[in-house]
């Protein structure tokens, strides 16, 4: 089974919004996340913690959000190994910064 797992929950013109399940997984620190369009993330359930580039590691427990900037290159730096780490993204197709 995979780490992460991504699912398309709606997509409509300048949106996608996603469920994403994470269960130990940790990004490499050589291939960061980055896309042009800001995505905006909360943690619905487990633990986690994300680096985006030039500010401070966040620690992220279930309600917490947090908007990552377009371009901005971004890690998942941990989730839970003994449970699922459950996000809702919502990704703005279009709009940077």
């Given at each position: 089974m995979s780490d992460e797992t991504f699912e398309a929950l709606l997509q409509r013109r300048g949106v996608l919004?996603?469920?994403i399940v994470?269960?130990?997984h940790v990004t490499?620190?050589?291939h960061p996340y980055?896309?042009?369009?800001d995505e905006w993330v909360m943690l619905l359930s487990g633990a986690a913690r994300l680096l985006v580039e030039g500010e401070?590691?966040?620690s992220l427990a279930p309600g917490d959000h947090m908007l990552i900037p377009g371009?901005?290159?971004h890690w998942v730096t941990?989730?839970?190994p003994d449970e699922p780490t459950r996000w809702?993204?919502?990704h703005l197709l279009g709009a940077a910064g």
């Open positions: 919004i996603e469920r994470s269960h130990g490499p620190h050589d980055q896309q042009p369009h401070p590691e966040r371009g901005a290159r941990f989730t839970a809702l993204a919502v």
